[in-house]
């Protein structure tokens, strides 16, 4: 039985415990291997066992789950011959986008129409989508203006991705105005890339 075990954080990189089939005269037949995160990130684990405890800091790092013996490097092949399900029956990780605008209204910049282009790529590998789609803006003009604004992005990244027409998706669509911006400023301030949607596929 192979069994993916999440670390406190993401940044500690993924932990997989092997709980396999031996006998007492021969080596203990479980143990622990830490693999980076998606974004290369290792962090550390400290597993703690009848016969002791161990720390792993370094990519496919193992050590048996009784805490005895020294820590080991396994390989590749190994990882994924006795992990095999476990790694296939992963959840892809959420992926985060933002488009930004022209001021005042919902044309995208060009090169924000290329990443819509490519949000939309991405969406279609996802085989169900749990999509937030955030409007936001810049610190020009009334609050109540700009919820309005922020919520007519929202809803038009949120028109595209409906033109996928996936079977299993589910769209949340806010508004934050002009709270929570991405480059703090003054009221009054016009600043590109607070005028932008942000959305985060899972």
Known sequence: MKLP???PRLSAGLILVALLAGCASQRPPSYVVLLPSPDGSVG?????GQRGQKVLTEA???TWLDGGGAPFTIARTTIDSDFDAALAARPLIPERFLLYFD??????TTESRAVLKQLL???R???ALDISVVGHTDTLGRSSVNDALALRRARYIAGELKRLDAKDMSIAVESHGKRN???PTPDETAEQRNRRVEVTLR
């Open 5 to 7: 075990i999440p670390g």
């Open 44 to 48: 550390q684990v400290i597993i703690t």
């Open 60 to 62: 496919q790092q193992g």
């Open 103 to 108: 001021v005042g209204g919902t044309v995208l």
């Open 121 to 123: 790529e991405r969406a």
């Open 125 to 127: 590998s996802f085989p």
């Open 181 to 183: 911006l991405l480059v």
